[in-house]
């Protein structure tokens, strides 16, 4: 599966984008597992009210199924316009 | 319908006059023009706006096809830059066409509503001190409570 | 501010990117472009626009007056043509230079609003077989209440 | 003092502009003279809710005032935009 990261987050987790194996059923599920790995993702996911997720390119929240996803990605609030 | 997402300018007039010439039984047209603002102490160096290739058009198109299914138009454009842009750069705009103005408006409220809070757009403003990612505002986000 | 009332077409195009180029502190732009619409039977030749040469400029230029104290504007721009239309072709535009979209997006409205019920100019329509002027609607004098 | 006709109004008086030399210390009482005077006149001032008043090219109503008034405009709502 592809993580990407987007703003600040990319700047606190130090890459743009990564490919991950993993077990995780939820996107929650995937943040523990990622925050467990390193401080940078602990720090990064701290916060979860400060982040957004997309699921294969649409919106969606942290309880989402990843069953089949291909791409996840974790930014802030979008800033657009 | 058209969404373009580009790092490139666009020429706002020739983009206006387009798009007004492109149907005839539209009564009111509207554009909404995005620029890069200054901040107050005049510092601005550069505004960086990141995007997600893929995701953005993705976004883009479906705000525009909300709009379309809920107000009676008759075309839509939506531009959105990335990269790195100065003060005074256009940074986006919208246009709308409609047979009545009402329509035309809302359509193109809505649509700068949604773009604000829901296309993946980032921007940081870089001053010659240093750089800060633009916080998203509260009131972004409640004014899609209006639609 | 700026207040044409001219019977020559007017360049949309050049317009709006004059009125977009000429401040660097307003982040955001709305344009409002009125077409003459056909009719529902296709059968409109010419739309003619009478209006009343002297009070249409201080009309405007009050209505554009009160928009500019009730919103933040840095600009507005207010182009009506009169004389022989025919469709498709572009009746009048507004433009509204504000530091935030909100403000740009309502001042807009407000003119377009006040111009419809307030400015001296009526309306005509011309087909091949007869002519008739164009009745007030109840709902553009109705759509003042909201202001 | 110039009366100035606009539209119908115009149309069904049969000119656009006439100077007149009036009594009256208002504009209805303009108006009953007007009417007074012919046919086409009466007919165009039938309904007054149809028409609309601008005195010295300000918008106003028909118990507004002649005194000092230079020029008055009768004509039916307007349609712009």
């Avoid at chain 1, 997720?53 to 316009?81: C, H, I, K, N, Y």
């Avoid at chain 2, 986006?92 to 829901?118: C, G, I, N, W």
Wanted: glycine letters at 6%; proline letters at 4%; hydrophobic letters at 45%.
């Amino acid at each position: 599966m592809d993580i990407l990261y987007f703003a600040w987050v990319r700047e606190r987790i130090g890459l743009p984008k990564e490919r991950v194996t993993t077990q995780a059923a939820t996107v929650s599920e995937l943040v523990a597992e990622l925050s467990a790995r390193e401080e940078r993702y602990a720090a990064a996911f701290s916060d979860l009210s400060a982040l957004r997720v997309a699921v294969d390119q649409e919106l969606t929240d942290f309880d989402a199924s990843l069953s089949g996803v291909r791409e996840v990605a974790f930014f802030p609030p979008m800033t657009g316009g | 319908m058209r969404i373009l997402v580009q790092e490139e300018p666009f020429d706002l007039g020739a983009e206006s006059e387009a798009f007004a010439s492109a149907r005839h039984d539209m009564g009111a047209i509207v554009t909404f023009t995005g620029v890069v603002r200054d901040r107050a102490g005049g510092d601005l160096d550069v505004m960086e706006i990141e995007h997600y290739p893929g995701m953005t058009e993705k976004a883009l198109s479906k705000i525009a096809q909300d709009a379309s299914e809920r107000w009676s138009l008759g075309d839509v454009l939506v531009i959105h830059r990335y990269g790195r842009l100065a003060p005074g750069d256009r940074i986006m705009m919208v246009a709308t066409a409609a047979p009545h103005r009402r329509d035309a408006f809302e359509a193109a409220e809505f649509l700068m509503d949604y773009l604000k809070s829901r296309a993946p757009f980032w921007k940081k403003e870089h001053t010659r001190q240093d750089a800060g990612w633009v916080a998203a505002k509260d009131e972004d986000e409640s004014a899609l409570s209006r639609w």
